[in-house]
């Protein structure tokens, strides 16, 4: 099969000519009458809920990227939504006035807002991957793309939307493995060079978490030095804190912790003592956590994985989560059901899921089975990096 990444087409191509039937809910064509959203094998439109279509809008307002979407390529200039349709319809929808989405404090349908607003959702560039081939390949790729999900992650998508001499530089020095640096990194950061980890956490702080609008504001600049530095900056002061590197080291990644370091002197023989307190309590389930616990201040204790649901908890609940997401036909894990526009269905095993506490535990919540839920384990993990 053939696939074709294309990172020039806009939000206002493909909302060229869209149309949608309110009767069937149904987003029907887009991108100049070229692209049909709905073929016969995609649900209708589910995200007409004014939480998922506001949330698409308010994802391209601050920037962050959509994911990919992916096209089947039916003919010469004609192609079909393979994934990415509740998307794409949410677009169409709120640029053809159909929804408002609250924009500080106020209801803004499309007409209403601001022309530079309007002008940032019409010019947003969308990620599309065109698939060309039979049509057994094409339905053996869906099923991937639903299961293993997309092949990119998001910064390389980033890396795809905004490719020019910033990335390359970055790229150069960030994910090249003959980097000598690449080891010392190593021992704070985890992460996989090929896969653009240290440049995604570099570029997270450095742009204190707008990733996409700094690196469109830097896209031209001939150098990187202002992401360099930073990022040498915050690597010599977590190596003088803790002056012998403990093995857990390796998780410590969350670079927010930069800017407690730089206000606060630490005691390293305390931080020491604390450190082996916390290793002996049982209820503490990571270890990697016990340091950023430690450098902001023993508040967040949530960085320490305090899980403590047993088997006979987990189980019973999983039974009837799963009993009601059966009944309902939506995914057993609450999160997929809600946000997942692949895994919305999907009923994860027993094994592919772990418990969470509904409400914090650090904010006082029992660990009983009242207060737990299970969730798959991507959106175990996105929760707790909270
Ligand atoms: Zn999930």
């Known amino acids: 099969m053939k696939?074709?990444?294309h990172t020039d087409i806009t939000v206002k191509d493909i909302c060229e000519?869209?149309?949608y039937n309110e009767l069937e809910g149904k987003g029907l064509f887009g991108l100049s009458w070229k692209l049909t959203i709905?073929?016969?094998y995609q649900r209708n439109y589910i995200y007409a809920d004014g939480k998922r279509d506001v949330a698409v809008i308010e994802s391209i307002l601050?920037?962050?990227p959509l994911g990919l979407i992916y096209f089947n390529k039916v003919g010469e200039e004609k192609f079909e939504v393979l994934d990415g349709q509740q998307r794409i319809t949410s677009i169409g929808r709120y640029v053809t006035w159909k929804f408002a989405v609250k924009i500080d404090g106020m209801e803004q349908y499309f007409s209403g807002l601001a022309e530079n607003l309007q002008k940032k959702i019409l010019e947003t560039p969308l990620l599309i991957y065109e698939c060309e081939g039979e049509e057994s390949e094409i339905k053996e790729r869906f099923k991937t793309i639903n299961i293993a999900g997309v092949p990119l992650n998001e910064q390389e998508l980033l890396n795809a939307v905004y490719s020019g001499p910033f990335v390359t530089k970055a790229k150069e020095e960030f994910s090249n493995s003959q980097n000598a640096n690449i080891q010392k990194w190593g021992a704070y950061l985890s992460g996989v060079v090929n896969r653009q980890d240290f440049l995604h956490t570099a570029l997270e702080?450095?742009?204190k978490g707008s990733i996409g609008d700094y690196m469109s504001k830097h896209r031209y600049d001939e150098n990187i030095s202002e992401l360099k530095s930073y990022f040498t900056s915050v690597i010599d002061r977590i190596?003088?804190?803790?002056?012998?590197?403990?093995?857990e080291m390796c998780g410590l990644e969350r670079w927010k912790l930069y800017e407690t370091y730089h206000k606060q002197s630490y005691d390293p023989k305390k931080i020491s003592e604390r450190v082996h307190e916390l290793y002996a309590d049982p209820y503490v389930k990571s270890?990697?956590?016990?340091?950023?616990?430690?450098?902001?201040?023993?508040?967040e204790s949530k960085l320490l994985e305090?899980?403590?649901f047993d088997e006979a908890t987990k189980k019973s609940v999983y039974a009837q989560q799963t009993k009601e997401a059966n009944e309902k036909w939506i995914s057993n894990c609450p999160l997929c059901a809600l946000w997942h526009e692949s895994n919305n269905k999907k009923i994860w095993s027993i094994w592919e899921m772990d418990a969470d506490h509904v409400s914090a535990w650090s904010k006082g919540w029992a660990t009983d089975i009242t207060n737990c839920q299970m969730l798959c384990k991507s959106h175990n993990r996105a929760k707790g990096n909270k």
């Open 3 to 5: 696939t074709t990444l």
């Open 17 to 19: 000519w869209f149309a």
């Open 38 to 40: 709905q073929p016969e």
């Open 62 to 64: 601050k920037g962050y």
């Open 205 to 207: 702080r450095v742009s």
């Open 239 to 247: 190596s003088s804190v803790f002056s012998d590197v403990e093995k």
């Open 287 to 299: 270890r990697k956590g016990v340091f950023e616990y430690l450098l902001w201040g023993e508040v």
């Open 306 to 308: 305090v899980r403590v």
